[in-house]
């Protein structure tokens, strides 16, 4: 198991940048394939993007791509979702969450897959 917390979440205008982090803690962080997900109001949690363990592969929903950028650092147990050009309908609680297994390439969009998951962290995008 691990421990995961998100942060850098805030309010930015429409065309700005964040970059969210994600804490983890516990088992070693390179074990994990790590997904980001996101809820808007009212709506269901959609997949962001995921990168494998090795951080070889890295895989996003349409929505994002040439926008946002998933890294991570196992040294430092931490992952990273750098997010720009900002647009009002990003607005949304964002998650991490760790997935042990070994994932196929179609699978890492499913949140099931996922055992492990973080608080979220409130990103807001003003027009």
């Known amino acids: 198991q691990v421990q995961l917390v998100e942060s850098g979440g805030g309010l930015v205008q429409a065309g700005g940048s964040l970059r969210l982090s994600c804490a983890a803690s516990g088992r070693s962080f390179s074990s994990y394939a790590m997904g980001w997900f996101r809820q808007a109001p009212g709506k269901e949690r959609e997949f962001v993007g995921a990168?494998?363990?090795?951080?070889?592969?890295?895989y996003y929903v349409d929505s994002v791509k040439g926008r946002f950028t998933i890294s991570r650092d196992n040294a430092k147990n931490t992952g990273y979702l750098q997010m720009n050009s900002l647009k009002p309908e990003d607005t949304a609680v964002y998650y991490c969450?760790?997935?042990?297994?070994?994932?196929?390439?179609?699978?890492?969009?499913?949140?099931?897959?996922?055992?492990?998951w973080g608080r979220g962290t409130q990103v807001t995008v003003s027009s």
């Open positions: 969450a760790a997935a042990l297994s070994y994932l196929a390439s179609a699978a890492y969009q499913y949140d099931y897959q996922y055992l492990d």
């Open positions: 990168m494998s363990r090795s951080g070889g592969n890295t």
